[in-house]
C-alpha cells in the first residue's frame, strides 16, 4: 500500500494532487500546528489583471497553540466575494459550466472551520479529477513522534508498504529506519507542465481551479504529465 500524507491545504496546486494520484490511500494531516500566510487558507488563482491571491479569512487569535483543525474561519461574506472572483476570472472558460455550480455551492456552505471547507475542496478535486482513493484523517488515530519518527509510526499503524514523501521531505526524512521497517520511500520532485489558460501567457503554481476550468477531463493526464507515476514508487 502506498501512502502519502499532507495538511489539509485550499484548493490546492499541481504538484500536491500529483502525490495523491500516486498514492493509494491519502491521510488527511489535520493534526500539524497552523501556518500563518502559508497556502493553507489562500492560493492564486488567474485574471485579467494577472495572478489573484483569494484568501479564507481565520481567526488569527493564539494561533501558535492551535493545528489546523482548529483553526476557525471569521464570519462574513467572503465567500460569496471569492466565488464572484472565481467567476469573473473564469467565465468565458472552457469548462466553466462544468465545475462552476458545484465549487459554488461548496465555497458558501456555513463551514466553521478552515480545515473544514479545505477537506470539502479536496473531495471536490478528487471527484473532478478522478482520483478515487480512500480518505482518512489523523485526528482518529493517535500518531507517535515529531517529524520523521511521525511520518514513520503512522506508515506502520496504516501499515503502508511505501511513503510518498513532498521534495522538502528530504530534508528531515531518516531513510535508514524506514528501510528497516521495510518501508520504501518515494521523494516527489515534481516538474510543472503547461496547459491551455485564459488571460495570455502561461502562469504556473495556481490553484487546480484554474487547471480544471480550462482543461476539464484533460486535466488528471496534465498533472501527471512528465513526472513519476505509480510505476515509479518503489
Given at each position: 500500500?502506498?501512502?502519502?500524507?499532507?495538511?489539509?491545504v485550499?484548493?490546492?496546486?499541481?504538484?500536491?494532487?500529483?502525490?495523491?494520484a500516486?498514492?493509494?490511500?491519502?491521510?488527511?494531516?489535520?493534526?500539524?500546528?497552523?501556518?500563518?500566510?502559508?497556502?493553507?487558507?489562500?492560493?492564486?488563482?488567474?485574471?485579467?489583471?494577472?495572478?489573484?491571491?483569494?484568501?479564507?479569512?481565520?481567526?488569527?487569535?493564539?494561533?501558535?497553540?492551535?493545528?489546523i483543525?482548529?483553526?476557525?474561519?471569521?464570519?462574513?461574506?467572503?465567500?460569496?466575494?471569492?466565488?464572484?472572483?472565481?467567476?469573473?476570472a473564469?467565465?468565458?472558460?472552457?469548462?466553466?459550466?462544468?465545475?462552476?455550480?458545484?465549487?459554488r455551492?461548496l465555497?458558501?456552505?456555513?463551514?466553521?472551520?478552515?480545515?473544514?471547507?479545505?477537506?470539502?475542496?479536496?473531495?471536490?478535486?478528487?471527484?473532478?479529477?478522478?482520483?478515487?482513493?480512500?480518505?482518512?484523517?489523523?485526528?482518529?488515530?493517535?500518531?507517535?513522534?515529531?517529524?520523521?519518527?511521525?511520518?514513520?509510526?503512522?506508515?506502520?499503524?496504516?501499515?503502508?508498504?511505501?511513503y510518498?514523501?513532498?521534495?522538502?521531505?528530504?530534508?528531515?526524512?531518516?531513510?535508514p529506519?524506514?528501510?528497516?521497517?521495510?518501508?520504501?520511500?518515494?521523494?516527489?520532485?515534481?516538474?510543472?507542465?503547461?496547459?491551455?489558460?485564459?488571460h495570455?501567457?502561461?502562469?504556473?503554481?495556481?490553484?487546480?481551479?484554474?487547471?480544471?476550468?480550462?482543461?476539464?477531463?484533460?486535466?488528471?493526464?496534465?498533472?501527471?504529465?512528465?513526472?513519476?507515476?505509480?510505476?515509479?514508487?518503489?
Amino acid at each position: 500500500m502506498i501512502l502519502t500524507a499532507h495538511q489539509p491545504v485550499f484548493a490546492p496546486w499541481l504538484g500536491w494532487w500529483h502525490k495523491l494520484a500516486l498514492a493509494d490511500l491519502y491521510c488527511v494531516f489535520n493534526i500539524t500546528q497552523y501556518e500563518r500566510h502559508s497556502y493553507e487558507n489562500r492560493n492564486e488563482i488567474k485574471t485579467n489583471a494577472g495572478k489573484l491571491m483569494i484568501i479564507v479569512p481565520v481567526e488569527s487569535k493564539n494561533h501558535f497553540d492551535k493545528t489546523i483543525g482548529d483553526i476557525k474561519i471569521v464570519p462574513g461574506p467572503w465567500a460569496k466575494k471569492m466565488v464572484r472572483t472565481i467567476e469573473l476570472a473564469y467565465g468565458k472558460a472552457t469548462y466553466f459550466n462544468d465545475y462552476m455550480p458545484e465549487l459554488r455551492i461548496l465555497l458558501q456552505q456555513p463551514h466553521e472551520r478552515l480545515a473544514d471547507v479545505n477537506v470539502a475542496l479536496i473531495l471536490w478535486g478528487m471527484r473532478a479529477l478522478g482520483i478515487r482513493i480512500p480518505v482518512i484523517y489523523a485526528t482518529d488515530y493517535e500518531f507517535k513522534g515529531t517529524k520523521s519518527d511521525l511520518v514513520l509510526d503512522m506508515c506502520k499503524q496504516l501499515g503502508a508498504k511505501s511513503y510518498i514523501f513532498g521534495n522538502q521531505g528530504r530534508d528531515y526524512a531518516d531513510v535508514p529506519s524506514f528501510t528497516e521497517a521495510g518501508i520504501a520511500v518515494h521523494f516527489q520532485a515534481y516538474k510543472h507542465p503547461t496547459y491551455n489558460q485564459l488571460h495570455g501567457e502561461f502562469v504556473s503554481h495556481l490553484s487546480v481551479i484554474d487547471l480544471l476550468m480550462n482543461e476539464g477531463p484533460r486535466s488528471l493526464e496534465i498533472i501527471m504529465s512528465g513526472n513519476a507515476t505509480r510505476g515509479d514508487i518503489p
